[in-house]
């Protein structure tokens, strides 16, 4: 089984930055890679970014295309989302998830979600 935490949210200001961290334990080499997703009050939830597992290969949202970098360290078992140049849009409940799909941009395509971390940038 595996299990993911979710970390380094908070609040940030406009423009600002913040990286998030998502530890993973188990079996996560039975999966072909990392997503990270979001969620805001009374949306869906909403895909941002996937890491194939060797971390070769990338997959952006277009709405965080050029702001936001999903990276993995795979000794230390963690994937990053580096997001820099926040807007209050941004605000939202950030989640991981292991996919069986390469690359994939459906939630459905994920499992094993992490609980989530807050992420609010005031304007």
């Known amino acids: 089984q595996v299990r993911l935490v979710e970390s380094g949210g908070g609040l940030v200001q406009a423009g600002g930055s913040l990286r998030l961290s998502c530890a993973a334990s188990g079996r996560i080499f039975s999966f072909s890679g990392t997503g990270w997703f979001r969620q805001a009050p009374g949306k869906e939830r909403e895909f941002l970014a996937a890491?194939?597992?060797?971390?070769?290969?990338?997959n952006y949202a277009d709405s965080v295309k050029g702001r936001f970098t999903i990276s993995r360290d795979n000794a230390k078992n963690t994937v990053y989302l580096q997001m820099d140049s926040l807007k209050p849009d941004d605000t939202a409940v950030y989640y991981c998830?292991?996919?069986?799909?390469?690359?994939?941009?459906?939630?459905?395509?994920?499992?094993?979600w992490g609980q989530g971390t807050q992420v609010t940038v005031s304007s």
């Open positions: 998830a292991v996919c069986s799909r390469l690359l994939g941009t459906q939630a459905h395509q994920y499992s094993n």
């Open positions: 890491i194939t597992l060797s971390g070769g290969s990338t």
